[in-house]
């Protein structure tokens, strides 16, 4: 089935640090979502990317769906220690998919 | 969310114990799923419903069944739990296809 890849799995950086996490497929994906699940949460949705190329900005999240659909990246800048948790990208593969398909996820800790 | 409720929030159980996790949600959507989530592994799709009468197996369907007994409410049963079944499950519903999923807030789940 579709699958989507994510990397890295875990990420560590100092507060004040940007982060990024890429999610990558080597099908076209019809769409990308994101979700950040905080330690001891459920995921919470954050954005939905739909076209090629999109850019959306949320304070300082930037997510990206590049120009093929085939890969997706969440930049933070200037990490905070509220920005810790579990980051998903979720694809559905075509257009004829009912099934959300999930990355492993980026973990991200910040050393305050 | 508050809108979809797991319960229990925490089950301890023994192999071969049939057990029922349930799911109940008031924001009136028709699509529901149950995903399970181990470390590392991100979230896999167990089965999912569009509605009453609508039940579908997803990625890790073996060893599971579900229950949609009603639009707000989806139950998943293990007949015979098995230890490799310990993990954190999640409800979740969605307004529409490809359209954000909103989850509950987990069940934890441990087979001795």
């Known amino acids: 089935g579709q699958q989507v890849m994510q990397i890295p799995q875990y990420q560590h950086v100092q507060e004040g640090e940007d982060f990024t996490t890429y999610c990558n497929s080597s099908?076209?994906?019809?769409?990308i979502q994101w979700y950040k699940q905080r330690p001891g949460g459920h995921p919470v949705f954050l954005i939905q990317l739909v076209k090629s190329g999109e850019v959306k900005k949320q304070k300082r999240l930037t997510f990206q769906f590049g120009e093929a659909k085939k890969n997706s990246s969440l930049h933070i800048t200037a990490t905070q220690t509220t920005d810790v948790g579990t980051y998903f990208c979720?694809?559905?593969?075509?257009?004829?998919?009912?099934?959300?398909?999930f990355g492993k996820g980026t973990k991200l800790s910040v050393i305050p | 969310d508050a809108d979809v409720t797991q319960t229990p929030r925490n089950r301890i159980t023994k192999t071969g114990k049939r057990i029922m996790l349930e799911c109940s949600q008031t924001?009136?959507?028709?699509?529901m799923y149950w995903y399970r989530q181990d470390p590392g592994l991100g979230l896999r799709l167990i089965y999912y419903s569009f509605d009453v009468k609508d039940i579908n197996k997803g990625e890790i369907s073996d060893g599971y069944s579900v229950s949609r007994q009603a639009q707000a409410k989806f139950s998943l049963s293990l007949e015979s739990a098995i230890p490799n079944q310990t993990a954190l499950y999640f409800c979740?519903?969605?307004?529409?296809?490809?359209?954000?999923?909103?989850f509950g807030n987990g069940t934890r789940l441990t087979v001795t």
């Open positions: 099908t076209t994906l019809s769409n």
């Open positions: 979740a519903t969605s307004m529409s296809s490809h359209s954000p999923l909103h």
């Open positions: 979720a694809s559905y593969s075509g257009a004829g998919s009912y099934q959300l398909t």
């Open positions: 924001k009136g959507h028709d699509r």
